[in-house]
C-alpha cells in the first residue's frame, strides 16, 4: 500500500520545482533535486508536477477533478451493475414462486 503524502508537501514540492525550473536543464532534473531535498522519490516529485500542469491547463491531460470524478462515477456504475444482478435474481425468484405448476 503506498505511503500518503501530506499535501502541503506535495505543494511545496511543485513549487520548489516551478520555482528553480531555470536553473537545471529540464523540469526532470530540477523535480530530481527537490526529490533528493525534501526526500521523497523523484518519480513522484515529476507526476506531481505534471499532474499540477495539467490541472492547471498547460499540458493536455486529465484533471485531478476529472479523474475523482471518473472514479467516482466508476464506483457508483459497479453498484447500480450489483443492484441490477440482485433484481434480475429476486425476479427469477419469486417468478418461480408464483408459478402454478410448483404447487
Do not use: C
Not at 13 to 32: D, F, G, P, W
Not at 63 to 87: G, H, M, Q
Amino acid at each position: 500500500m503506498p505511503k500518503k503524502i501530506d499535501p502541503a508537501l506535495r505543494e511545496r514540492a511543485v513549487r520548489l520545482v516551478r520555482e528553480h525550473r531555470a536553473e537545471y536543464s529540464s523540469t526532470t532534473a530540477a523535480a530530481v533535486a527537490v526529490a533528493r531535498q525534501l526526500g521523497v522519490a523523484r518519480e513522484s516529485v515529476r507526476r506531481w508536477v505534471a499532474q499540477a500542469e495539467i490541472d492547471d491547463g498547460a499540458r493536455p491531460g486529465t484533471t485531478s477533478e476529472e479523474s475523482a470524478e471518473i472514479k467516482r462515477l466508476k464506483a457508483e456504475n459497479r453498484r447500480l451493475r450489483e443492484d441490477n444482478e440482485i433484481l434480475k435474481a429476486a425476479t427469477v425468484f419469486f417468478a418461480g414462486e408464483l408459478d402454478p405448476r410448483n404447487r
